[in-house]
């Protein structure tokens, strides 16, 4: 595994250093980690809720207030915030090697929702703890205001009112901005193991025609930055700041300048082609600013498409978070959180039907509160091994090394070029196999890239990194042939077998070929003679 992500890096505060983050060594670090999502702001999705009265957490809490009357309410929630995270959660964190954790969290879990400054020292509290853990088990903490007062988003993900960006128009929703990061600065000014501090999660959502545009308030967001950072700098010098984008952080019109010296540029991508053009705007943004990136949210798809788009990340020297660590019935987060018995009448509530009494409701959210404890969760190993690309992992053909220097992936341009737009600059064939008006959409951030075939031809060859192979690690893949091919596969120009594959039209798997012990390799497909059409490759 690529040495810049171990947790052996994380020592002394960060800062940037041209287009990477440094620790205090000096020592170049990737951010590789989770956010905590549904922890301190709640998302109704992640309880497998659609309606929108469930949708942000003061609904949430209004619904749970519903159920089970105030008194139980109360002690719910407190009940929640001691079993959703725990040590044991920063413990695997670190355990399946994670380096940092985003912890986002919502305004109110800090301050009163009331006129003036009022303090919630039990929320701090929260994250004092959490921070604490991380410390222990050598895991750098991001602190991420993902629900300012009055709303930095105008969505769901802010818990605002009115789906209106209120922080931008509000004097007292600013001012209250303001006086919440002095307060952390001041409280975390002297704590190393926060890595920095994200002043805005997604700041201004795009208008649509079920919501009004609010781009008008853009110069509000630049105004936000400059008088928080300069408020923070006044208090603390030495932490990273973590400076979003609009529109879901993917525009980078707010990036025409440096906003700071120690900065990160930190960006959001989901439901993109898991592919270098996606990343390309940032990079140059991060070039021209001398600054370096941060992929401070993204995930929400399959095992796939996190082997292809974060080893990616790593070998452009870009960190990541993934969102989130856990929630309810799922197979892309760490954990899953199982549904407890009778939760369809909670959802039914939620969606209009019967109340299924005070004391059911209780029963059921008791078990919720049991259920999400790590301990009690589901661990899908699964997804660990496609963030990492490690033996375990299932890759698309099409998701080979492209980077110069690191493995050239093809041997020349292709005449025909491609047939279609995927990975369309690195002169490879890439296959339309189905195509996309026949597939059933599995759910809404799956770009469906996945349908692709690469064809190649012979004295053509393609590259895959794989990480932490062992003597009994192997490699597979699924082809087929329009005639006779002869194929090689190395591992860092040692082969491990010469391949004669017979003409077939249907797919076929190859036996599985044992792998050299690494920790980084490099596994080499290349055609002899005939063309090979390529699905997956499996390392096991």
Request: aromatic content about 12%.
């Amino acid at each position: 595994m690529n040495e810049k992500l171990s947790n052996r890096r994380v020592k002394g505060f960060l800062r940037a250093e041209g287009t990477s983050i440094v620790n205090e060594d000096g020592e170049e670090i990737i951010l590789a980690g989770w956010g905590l999502g549904n922890w301190l702001l709640q998302e109704g999705y992640m309880w497998k809720a659609k309606n929108t009265r469930f949708d942000r957490p003061h609904r949430i809490e209004g619904v749970i207030r519903e159920l089970t009357g105030s008194k139980y309410s109360e002690e719910f929630w407190t009940k929640f915030r001691e079993n959703y995270i725990t040590k044991e959660d920063i413990r695997l964190m670190a355990e399946q090697g994670y380096n940092s954790v985003r912890i986002p969290f919502n305004w109110r879990v800090l301050m009163e929702d009331e006129p003036g400054i009022a303090w919630k020292e039990d929320g701090f509290k929260l994250l004092d703890k959490c921070i604490d853990w991380c410390e222990e088990y050598k895991i750098y903490v991001f602190l991420d205001l993902h629900g300012a007062p009055g709303g930095q988003t105008g969505a769901n993900i802010d818990d605002c009112v009115d789906d209106i960006p209120r922080l931008f128009t509000d004097k007292d929703s600013w001012d209250k901005g303001i006086s919440l990061w002095k307060k952390l600065a001041e409280r975390y000014k002297d704590r190393w193991i926060v890595g920095g501090y994200d002043l805005l999660n997604e700041p201004i959502r795009p208008g649509s025609p079920q919501v009004k545009n609010v781009d008008h308030l853009l110069p509000r967001l630049v105004k936000f930055y400059e008088e928080v950072i300069a408020a923070i700098r006044q208090i603390d010098t030495r932490h990273m700041l973590s400076i979003e984008g609009h529109h879901w952080s993917t525009d980078t019109s707010i990036f025409y300048k440096k906003y700071d010296d120690n900065m990160v540029i930190h960006f959001h991508r989901y439901a993109c082609l898991p592919q270098l053009d996606s990343l390309k705007e940032f990079i140059e943004v991060s070039e021209r600013l001398n600054l370096p990136l941060w992929l401070g949210e993204t995930g929400e798809n399959i095992h796939q498409w996190y082997t292809a788009l974060y080893p990616l990340s790593v070998e452009l020297n870009i960190g990541y978070n993934l969102w989130p660590w856990k929630k309810m019935s799922c197979t892309n987060s760490p954990y899953s959180v199982e549904m407890p018995e009778g939760w369809d009448k909670i959802i039914g509530y939620i969606d209009g039907e019967v109340h299924p009494g005070y004391e059911e409701a209780t029963e059921i959210l008791n078990a919720y509160l049991e259920n999400i404890k790590v301990e009690n969760c589901k661990y899908n190993s699964e997804v660990r091994t496609h963030v990492f690309r490690t033996p375990g992992c299932t890759v698309r053909a099409t998701d080979f090394d492209e980077l110069p220097g690191k493995g050239i992936s093809y041997s020349g341009q292709r005449e025909e070029g491609n047939m279609y737009k995927y990975r369309d600059n690195t002169g490879m064939r890439i296959i339309e196999e189905i195509p996309v008006e026949q597939l059933e959409r599995r759910f809404v951030f799956d770009c469906l890239w996945d349908r692709f075939l690469l064809e190649l031809k012979e004295e053509e060859f393609v590259t895959y990194s794989i990480n932490d192979t062992s003597n009994d690690s192997s490699i597979s893949f699924v082809y087929s042939c329009s005639e006779t091919a002869s194929v090689t596969i190395t591992q860092d120009d040692k082969e491990l077998c010469t391949l004669e594959l017979a003409e077939s039209e249907n797919k076929k798997a190859i036996e599985a070929i044992k792998l050299f012990e690494a920790s980084e390799a490099k596994i080499k497909i290349a055609v002899i003679k005939g063309k090979v059409r390529l699905e997956k490759i499996f390392f096991n």
